[in-house]
């Protein structure tokens, strides 16, 4: 099957922007990621050291009478994030395994920086309550000022260290 | 003022549960078709050679921004139920930066991460491994971090409401904003693509031209939509009715489904004794934000310890007619819970008047006990006259 070409980027932005406003008007809030991911890793972390976690001055929110880790409205959301993507990637012929790099990054330096940069946005996106989902995009709709603060200070940082990895892209 | 649906109770959480994994899907199915499962479409962003980044999430919050600024301003739209995340300057500020960096570094942000991961990359395993990783580190060096973690706190600021302007005015500003980055952005891609070797990214104009276009249309309707009367603005200005404590003791016998019976005394004070069915919600403007939100298919009726000269600002925004107890807990207590006494030489109204008051004393002293902890209406969820706190993501 041939890929489908992307949609053009202000047509994906206007659809992107309807499913953010349908969550606002049926739910009152908007969309979301990292909080998920944070919730998958303390599930996994709970899993090796139970009464580390739940002990823990940061992750004892998400225990207690009657509360799962995993119970959750952004988990869920995000497990249909996931399903949604591979939707989205077989309707277009585009699931298959790979490896996106530059051409001259080798495959072992594009897997690192994978990794720390993750690192990186774990621990930001949980100093900043969210991410480009939580913070950016949803709070920056709803008009929040720590949000747009937040997403000036996101391109600030990218713009700043991306000519430090221009060879991850090339 | 019908949305948000969920916090008027409409479904439950499981429910909300199904509806955020069906958002999810959406959320996720457009993220692909817009190109973000591939680091380098991301990545392009901070080389200027493709903004599609830019492109796509501005185009996201000016649709969301506008579209519930339009529906506010015609009243649909309850702005004081939707989540705004709130505001704490400096780990905002420093969190963004960093996340920033990962983002270039590692090719993807959270939510495009997942995508990626669902299309197959396995760089996106890998950056996804590494966002848990650094969770966990946060979560387990939270002690020395939690004081930076809530410096710079505001609360809820939403921008229009601190440059105190109505909410279209910053959304126009918002779409006017956007496509001059869109604009300006075009030219730049024209400049750096070209110096990478690569194609310089086209929209067509038929296609800008209608979104940008639909874009200010929805931002002038909204600003158009300040010209109606806003609704709570409306039944400020509809005058609250008076009822005397026999008229409503009489009512409440006679169809107790029909009243919201609200006690806005301390909630100490209203454990003590309370009419029947009462809804204590605590005292003031907390208590009458509560009290609006209740649903208009029954009447209100609000009470004091004594007469209320008028009711809270925030009952106001309460849909249904809302009435006042007249003298307050004090004339239920002396008309109602007091035994009546009967007139020397009644005339025959004095008379019919004595039995129904005899009645009402057995009734509401006698079957019907107005003090312990039942309550036949459960209490409402926390008050929302201020935007709500949201964590974000």
């Given amino acids: 099957m041939p890929e489908r070409p992307f949609w053009n980027p202000y047509v994906a932005g206007v659809v992107l922007g309807l499913v953010l406003l349908g969550s606002f008007l049926v739910m009152g809030f908007g969309l979301g990621s990292s909080g998920a991911v944070t919730r998958f890793a303390a599930f996994g972390a709970h899993l090796v050291a139970p009464k580390t976690v739940e002990t823990n001055a940061y992750f004892s929110q998400y225990y207690g009478p009657g509360k799962h880790v995993l119970e959750d409205w952004l988990v869920f959301e995000v497990l249909g994030v996931f399903l949604g993507g591979v939707l989205g990637a077989y309707s277009a012929g585009r699931l298959k395994l790979g490896i996106e790099k530059g051409q001259r990054a080798t495959t072992a330096q594009r897997l690192f920086l994978a990794v720390v940069g993750g690192v990186l946005m774990g621990f930001a996106a949980r100093l900043a309550r969210g991410c480009t989902s939580g913070q950016a995009l949803t709070g920056g709709a709803a008009l929040s000022l720590g949000s747009w603060v937040f997403m000036m200070a996101v391109f600030t940082g990218g713009y700043l260290v991306a000519p430090l990895v221009r060879r991850e892209w090339r | ?393």
């Avoid at chain 2, 949305?3 to 899907?25: D, E, Q, R, S």
């Avoid at chain 2, 008229?247 to 107790?256: G, R, T």
Wanted: with cysteine; glycine share 12%; charged share 15%.
């Fill in chain 2, 1 to 393: 003022m019908t949305f948000p649906l969920y916090p008027h109770g409409l479904f439950g959480t499981y429910a909300g549960l199904l509806v955020g994994t069906l958002v999810g899907v959406a959320f996720g199915f457009v993220l692909e078709r817009a190109g973000f499962g591939r680091a380098r479409n991301l990545a392009a962003q901070f080389y200027l050679t493709d903004l599609r980044v830019l492109k796509v999430m501005f185009s996201a919050i000016v649709t969301a921004c506008v579209g519930m600024a339009f529906l506010a301003g015609i009243g649909v739209l309850d702005l004081a139920l939707i989540t705004v995340p709130e505001t704490f300057l400096w780990p905002q500020l420093v969190g963004g930066l960093l996340l920033g960096a990962g983002f270039i570094v590692s090719g993807y942000c959270p939510g495009t991460g997942v995508v990626a991961v669902a299309s197959g990359n396995l760089d996106a395993v890998a950056a996804i491994g590494g966002i848990m990783a650094g969770s966990l580190a946060f979560g387990f060096g939270y002690g020395p971090l939690e004081s930076f973690y809530k410096s710079g706190a505001m609360g809820v600021v939403r921008i229009d409401r601190l440059l105190g302007v109505p909410i279209s005015v910053v959304a126009a500003a918002v779409v006017a904003m956007a496509v001059g980055a869109f604009l300006g952005g075009e030219k730049l891609e024209a400049i750096f693509a070209p110096r990478q070797g690569e194609l310089v990214p086209a929209s067509p104009a038929r296609v800008k031209v209608r979104v940008f276009s639909g874009f200010a249309v929805v931002a002038a309707l909204a600003l158009v939509a300040l010209a109606l009367p806003a609704r709570h603005a409306v039944l400020a200005a509809k005058p609250e009715q008076r009822i005397s404590a026999v008229a409503l003791a009489k009512d409440l016998v006679a169809s107790p489904q029909s009243w919201w019976v609200v006690d806005l005394r301390p909630e100490a004070v209203a454990e003590k004794g309370r009419l029947p069915g009462a809804i204590v919600v605590g005292p003031e403007e907390k208590g009458a934000a509560a009290a609006a939100n209740l649903a208009a298919t029954r009447k209100l009726v609000i009470y004091s310890q004594s007469d209320l000269a008028a009711p809270p600002e925030g009952v106001k925004r309460f849909a249904g007619e809302i009435y006042v107890l007249k003298g307050g807990y004090d004339a239920w207590k002396a008309e109602v819970l007091t035994a009546p006494r009967a007139e020397e030489n009644p005339t025959a109204a004095q008379s019919a008047d004595f039995k129904v008051r005899l009645a009402l004393y057995a009734r509401y002293t006698g079957a019907a006990s107005t003090t312990g902890p039942a309550r036949s209406e459960p209490r409402p969820a926390a008050p929302a006259a201020e935007p709500k706190k949201g964590g974000g993501c």
